[in-house]
């Protein structure tokens, strides 16, 4: 179980109180802060999914034609609980020269971030324990559970196991792909509580305790909503490059452009590494005496934006 220590309390006590808490475990979250949610009042619901069209044709004179009529099936959305929790020895966060509040926020600043980043590493990967953590089996399905493979994918076709990455490209909203969170949506932290707390030896001692209840689902309304290029790796051949993102793109059908293009900071490098710098319709002309060899970081695709993301792995089995 881990607690704080003592070392813990010393370290941010000699610490510049101005400065205060440099955090290098900080991440963007786009899957959290760019991708549509909703909340619900329940913990689950059911949508209505059109499966298949009437058939709709020409008649002779003097002909009937069969009749024919949609096909639909109900799809159940859950959402599953989600319960980081801050438990820390009174004693200790007391000694804190600030005082064990301010101890303690600097631990829900961790706690929130870590949640964060939990969440989107579930968003890609779903159940993956791998790729998330010990946790992701009691956790929602992700969009490698939810695409159509086959359908609405381009293989890279990458060579080195255990050395591949993603790109997705999703399309959001209530038919598309959204979060959910259960319980009316609420995601934060409770107030401090005192309670009897247990060592590895079932001793009691007394401590702070804090958590975040939530109820987080991911919904993937139509399998046409999302598309992704797999086996992304480092081998000669089988980098990003726009190519692909084409490959990718002439997969959605009409009318059902991607809103988000999400790929990690190698595949964006490899992506920007691909383009050619064209200055004045010359490739190969001086600006100033240098040559110009590398484009901009890529910001775009075909006017969708593109997020870059800590949450796809580099580590990626060329099977996923």
């Known amino acids: 179980m881990a607690v704080t220590t003592l070392l ?4 941010a006590n000699g610490s510049d109180p101005i400065v205060g808490l440099i955090d ?21 619901y059911k949508t209505w999914v059109r499966t298949g069209l009437p058939t709709a044709g020409f008649r002779q004179a003097n002909q009937g034609v069969a009749s024919s009529k ?3 099936e109900n799809r159940l959305v859950d959402t599953y609980i989600f319960d980081p929790r801050i438990e820390v020895d009174k004693a200790v966060a007391d000694r804190h020269e600030d005082g064990a509040a301010a101890f303690l ?7 929130m971030e870590a949640a964060m980043q939990t969440l989107s590493k579930q968003f890609y990967y ?14 929602f399905p992700g969009l490698l559970d939810a695409y159509e493979r086959n359908v609405y994918e381009y293989d890279a076709g990458g060579t080195t196991d255990n050395t591949a990455t993603s790109v997705w490209a999703i399309k959001f909203g209530e038919k598309y792909v ?10 934060k932290l409770s107030d401090v509580m005192i309670q009897r707390l247990t060592d590895s030896n079932n001793n009691g001692y007394t401590g702070y305790v804090q958590e975040i209840l939530a109820y987080p689902g991911l919904q993937v309304g139509s399998l046409r909503g999302v598309g992704r290029i797999k086996k992304i790796t480092d081998d000669s ?35 920007q590494k691909s383009r050619t710098v064209t ?5 190969n002309q001086k600006v100033s005496g240098k040559e110009a060899t590398l484009a901009p970081l890529p910001t775009e695709y075909q006017g969708v934006p593109i997020a870059v993301t800590d949450s796809i792995s580099n580590t990626e089995t060329l099977a996923l």
């Open 105 to 111: 926020a600097y631990e829900a600043e961790g706690v």
């Open 178 to 187: 959204q979060w959910v969170f259960g319980k009316d949506g609420e995601l």
């Open 70 to 72: 949609s096909t639909y």
């Open 126 to 139: 779903g159940q993956r324990t791998t790729y998330v953590n010990s946790t992701a089996t009691n956790g």
């Open 279 to 283: 200055l004045f319709g010359n490739s």
């Open 24 to 44: 290098e475990t900080t991440k963007a979250h786009p899957e959290i802060s760019m991708v549509a949610a909703r909340t619900i009042k329940g913990l689950n």
């Open 8 to 11: 813990d309390i010393a370290k």
């Open 237 to 271: 051949g089988h980098t990003l490059n726009d190519n692909m993102l084409a490959e990718l793109f002439s997969t959605f059908e009409v009318g059902v452009q991607p809103d988000l293009i999400l790929m990690n900071r190698r595949a964006r490098k490899q992506l």
